[in-house]
Protein backbone atom coordinates (compact mmCIF):
# COMPACT_ATOMS: atom_id res chain seq x y z
CA UNK A 1 0.00 0.00 0.00
CA UNK A 2 2.97 2.45 0.68
CA UNK A 3 3.95 2.69 -3.13
CA UNK A 4 0.37 3.22 -4.16
CA UNK A 5 0.09 6.42 -1.79
CA UNK A 6 3.89 7.15 -2.94
CA UNK A 7 2.33 6.63 -6.76
CA UNK A 8 -0.99 8.31 -6.18
CA UNK A 9 0.82 11.67 -4.53
CA UNK A 10 2.87 11.45 -7.44
CA UNK A 11 0.80 11.72 -10.05
CA UNK A 12 -1.40 14.31 -8.08
CA UNK A 13 1.90 15.98 -7.68
CA UNK A 14 2.26 16.28 -11.39
CA UNK A 15 -1.16 16.89 -12.39
CA UNK A 16 -1.07 19.94 -10.24
CA UNK A 17 2.39 20.96 -11.96
CA UNK A 18 1.27 20.62 -15.40
CA UNK A 19 -1.98 23.35 -13.94
CA UNK A 20 0.59 25.57 -13.53
CA UNK A 21 2.47 24.68 -16.43
CA UNK A 22 -1.05 25.64 -17.87
CA UNK A 23 -1.28 28.95 -16.03
CA UNK A 24 2.23 30.09 -17.03
CA UNK A 25 1.91 29.27 -20.50
CA UNK A 26 -1.51 31.29 -21.17
CA UNK A 27 0.43 34.00 -19.87
CA UNK A 28 0.98 36.46 -16.83
CA UNK A 29 -2.53 37.66 -17.00
CA UNK A 30 -3.68 34.10 -15.81
CA UNK A 31 -0.64 33.22 -13.80
CA UNK A 32 -0.78 36.22 -12.04
CA UNK A 33 -4.55 35.35 -10.92
CA UNK A 34 -4.35 34.36 -7.18
CA UNK A 35 -8.23 32.54 -8.24
CA UNK A 36 -6.63 30.48 -10.37
CA UNK A 37 -3.76 29.87 -8.39
CA UNK A 38 -5.35 29.28 -5.58
CA UNK A 39 -7.65 26.61 -7.39
CA UNK A 40 -4.90 24.16 -7.19
CA UNK A 41 -5.43 23.37 -3.76
CA UNK A 42 -8.70 21.98 -4.11
CA UNK A 43 -7.12 20.38 -6.93
CA UNK A 44 -5.00 18.75 -5.18
CA UNK A 45 -6.97 17.84 -1.66
CA UNK A 46 -9.91 16.48 -4.00
CA UNK A 47 -7.62 14.09 -6.39
CA UNK A 48 -5.87 13.11 -2.62
CA UNK A 49 -9.56 12.44 -0.97
CA UNK A 50 -10.52 10.44 -4.06
CA UNK A 51 -7.42 8.43 -4.36
CA UNK A 52 -7.81 7.62 -0.89
CA UNK A 53 -11.29 6.57 -1.24
CA UNK A 54 -9.98 4.19 -3.84
CA UNK A 55 -7.59 2.62 -1.21
CA UNK A 56 -10.17 1.84 0.91
CA UNK A 57 -11.75 0.01 -1.70
CA UNK A 58 -8.70 -1.69 -3.07
CA UNK A 59 -7.35 -2.37 0.29
CA UNK A 60 -10.61 -4.37 2.40
CA UNK A 61 -8.94 -5.97 4.61
CA UNK A 62 -7.02 -2.62 5.75
CA UNK A 63 -8.51 -1.07 9.00
CA UNK A 64 -8.42 2.58 7.32
CA UNK A 65 -9.01 3.72 10.93
CA UNK A 66 -8.42 6.93 11.62
CA UNK A 67 -4.95 7.16 12.05
CA UNK A 68 -3.93 4.81 8.97
CA UNK A 69 -6.51 7.34 6.60
CA UNK A 70 -4.63 10.13 8.14
CA UNK A 71 -0.88 8.91 7.58
CA UNK A 72 -2.47 8.47 3.53
CA UNK A 73 -3.81 11.49 2.67
CA UNK A 74 -0.71 13.21 4.62
CA UNK A 75 1.86 11.85 2.54
CA UNK A 76 0.02 11.70 -0.26
CA UNK A 77 -0.27 15.62 0.24
CA UNK A 78 3.69 15.59 1.23
CA UNK A 79 4.75 14.06 -2.10
CA UNK A 80 1.90 16.04 -4.16
CA UNK A 81 3.39 19.64 -2.88
CA UNK A 82 7.26 18.43 -3.16
CA UNK A 83 6.66 17.37 -6.78
CA UNK A 84 5.19 21.19 -7.62
CA UNK A 85 7.64 22.60 -5.06
CA UNK A 86 10.45 21.28 -7.77
CA UNK A 87 8.28 22.00 -10.41
CA UNK A 88 8.18 25.79 -9.02
CA UNK A 89 11.99 25.45 -8.61
CA UNK A 90 12.78 24.97 -11.89
CA UNK A 91 10.28 27.14 -13.18
CA UNK A 92 11.70 30.22 -11.21
CA UNK A 93 15.11 29.47 -11.42
CA UNK A 94 15.89 27.86 -14.40
CA UNK A 95 13.42 27.86 -16.95
CA UNK A 96 12.05 31.88 -16.81
CA UNK A 97 15.00 33.79 -14.01
CA UNK A 98 12.57 37.05 -14.67
CA UNK A 99 9.90 35.54 -13.62
CA UNK A 100 9.96 36.24 -9.83
CA UNK A 101 10.13 39.93 -10.46
CA UNK A 102 7.96 40.36 -12.67
CA UNK A 103 5.07 37.73 -10.48
CA UNK A 104 6.62 39.97 -7.67
CA UNK A 105 5.74 43.52 -9.39
CA UNK A 106 2.02 42.04 -10.36
CA UNK A 107 1.42 41.19 -6.96
CA UNK A 108 2.22 44.35 -5.72
CA UNK A 109 0.31 45.98 -8.35
CA UNK A 110 -2.80 43.91 -7.13
CA UNK A 111 -2.09 44.33 -3.71
CA UNK A 112 -2.13 48.20 -3.93
CA UNK A 113 -5.19 48.11 -6.02
CA UNK A 114 -7.21 45.81 -3.39
CA UNK A 115 -6.20 48.44 -0.67
CA UNK A 116 -7.37 51.43 -2.20
CA UNK A 117 -10.29 49.57 -3.06
CA UNK A 118 -11.09 48.67 0.81
CA UNK A 119 -10.42 52.52 1.18
CA UNK A 120 -6.99 51.85 3.29
CA UNK A 121 -4.80 54.67 4.24
CA UNK A 122 -2.02 55.70 2.60
CA UNK A 123 0.55 55.10 5.24
CA UNK A 124 -0.82 51.89 5.93
CA UNK A 125 -0.85 51.25 2.06
CA UNK A 126 3.00 51.99 1.90
CA UNK A 127 4.34 50.43 5.14
CA UNK A 128 2.74 46.92 3.03
CA UNK A 129 3.97 47.47 0.06
CA UNK A 130 7.73 48.40 1.75
CA UNK A 131 7.49 44.81 3.54
CA UNK A 132 6.28 42.87 0.71
CA UNK A 133 9.28 44.37 -1.71
CA UNK A 134 11.70 41.06 -1.03
CA UNK A 135 8.95 39.04 -2.30
CA UNK A 136 11.32 37.87 -5.13
CA UNK A 137 13.63 35.88 -2.77
CA UNK A 138 10.83 34.01 -1.44
CA UNK A 139 11.09 31.86 -5.27
CA UNK A 140 14.55 31.02 -4.52
CA UNK A 141 15.16 27.39 -3.86
CA UNK A 142 15.59 26.89 -0.51
CA UNK A 143 12.93 29.88 0.41
CA UNK A 144 10.43 27.59 -1.45
CA UNK A 145 11.93 24.28 -0.05
CA UNK A 146 11.04 26.07 4.01
CA UNK A 147 7.56 27.05 2.50
CA UNK A 148 7.07 23.50 1.70
CA UNK A 149 8.26 22.33 4.85
CA UNK A 150 5.90 24.91 7.02
CA UNK A 151 3.11 24.06 5.15
CA UNK A 152 3.44 20.11 6.30
CA UNK A 153 1.40 21.83 9.77
CA UNK A 154 -0.86 23.01 6.98
CA UNK A 155 -1.41 20.05 5.15
CA UNK A 156 -1.31 17.97 8.43
CA UNK A 157 -4.43 19.76 9.73
CA UNK A 158 -6.42 19.05 6.17
CA UNK A 159 -5.53 15.73 6.44
CA UNK A 160 -7.11 15.61 9.90
CA UNK A 161 -10.58 16.82 9.04
CA UNK A 162 -9.93 14.79 5.19
CA UNK A 163 -9.42 11.54 7.36
CA UNK A 164 -12.41 12.23 10.17
CA UNK A 165 -14.51 12.15 6.45
CA UNK A 166 -13.12 9.65 4.94
CA UNK A 167 -11.77 6.62 7.27
CA UNK A 168 -13.51 3.56 7.61
CA UNK A 169 -16.25 3.56 10.24
CA UNK A 170 -16.16 0.68 12.74
CA UNK A 171 -19.80 -1.12 13.49
CA UNK A 172 -20.18 -1.30 16.83
CA UNK A 173 -23.74 -2.83 16.23
CA UNK A 174 -23.49 -6.99 16.95
CA UNK A 175 -26.37 -6.97 14.18
CA UNK A 176 -24.61 -5.87 11.57
CA UNK A 177 -21.65 -7.42 12.17
CA UNK A 178 -23.04 -11.37 12.37
Same mark, same amino acid.
Given at each position: MTNKILTQGAITGLISSVYMAILYAAGMDTFSNWMLSALLYPIIIGLVC?? @? *?????? $?????????????????????????? @? *?????? $?????TSLAKELSERILEQTAETMEKWGAPEAAMKETLKEMRDLPSQFKPLAQLLAWLKGGLFMAILSLVCAAFIRRKESNNPFLNA
Open positions: FF @T *AGLKKE $FPTEPFNFKQTFIAILSMMMVATLIN @T *AWNIVL $FNVID
